[in-house]
């Protein structure tokens, strides 16, 4: 199964806003609720951001945000800040109990 | 808060074997489902296993399928991944991860370790 689709790099300036869109299709995305958001910064492992398309786990800032309309889930990041610069990437329960993971998105600050 | 160690990885020859493991510490291991997700260089994530708390549920991706086997030890806090009949596109960093399965939050992860599959 292919990768969900995201772009391959935004760019912001700080305090801006930013969304990251996540593609998938009607087998993914578009069926279940079940979209999570990951930050990795270079070198580091990944840290969760969001599930269950919207739900940010404690510590993680509110600037961050999701949704999700049809086949495609998006984050958005509010009041850009220089520590935010890093891949970002979307994740999907596929059905048949099978995950899949977004390309991966690179963020510029400005 | 909880903490992931993966060891195991190295260099290894095309069609070689190699295990990986992941020591949890500060959590209740035996109630967490657990994964691992590979990221070759330069390249994305990949979800490539998951086992349930008893091991009574474990799932793989199509591309290790066969050729990987996941377990878990709940009396030693550790999870394995058996990497055999191992492929040049096997090279990866691979990493473990503690997931809620009903979330898909992966809300722990280790700091991984580096296989490179290479004559």
Redo the contacts between chains.
């Keep these: 199964q292919s990768a969900l689709t995201q772009p391959a790099s935004v760019s912001g300036s700080p305090g801006q806003s930013i969304t990251i869109s996540c593609t998938g299709s009607i087998s993914d995305v578009g069926s279940y609720n079940l979209v999570s958001w990951y930050q990795q910064h270079p070198g580091k492992a990944p840290k969760v951001l969001l599930y269950e398309v919207t739900k940010r786990p404690s510590g993680v800032s509110n600037r961050f945000s999701g949704a999700k309309s049809g086949n495609t889930a998006s984050l958005t990041i509010s009041g850009l800040q220089a520590e935010d610069e890093a891949d970002y990437y979307c994740c999907s329960f596929a059905g048949s109990s099978t995950i899949i993971f977004g390309g991966g998105t690179q963020l510029t600050v400005l | 808060e909880g903490q992931l160690v993966e060891s195991g990885g190295g260099l290894v020859q095309p069609g070689g074997s190699l295990r990986l493991s992941c020591a949890a510490s500060g959590f209740i291991f035996n109630s967490y489902n657990m ?1 691992w ?1 590979r990221q070759a260089p330069g ?5 490539i296993a ?1 086992i349930s708390t008893s091991s009574s ?1 474990i ?1 793989y ?2 591309s290790v399928k066969g050729r990987f086997t996941i377990s878990r030890d709940n009396a030693k806090n550790s999870v394995s991944l058996q990497m055999n009949s191992l492929r040049d596109e096997d090279t990866a960093v691979y ?1 473990c991860a503690r997931v ?1 399965w009903g ?5 722990i ?4 370790t580096m296989v490179t599959v290479s004559s």
């Design positions: 994964n997700v390249k994305g994530l990949e979800w998951h549920t799932y991706a199509d990493y809620d979330s898909l939050a992966f809300d992860w280790g700091q991984g």
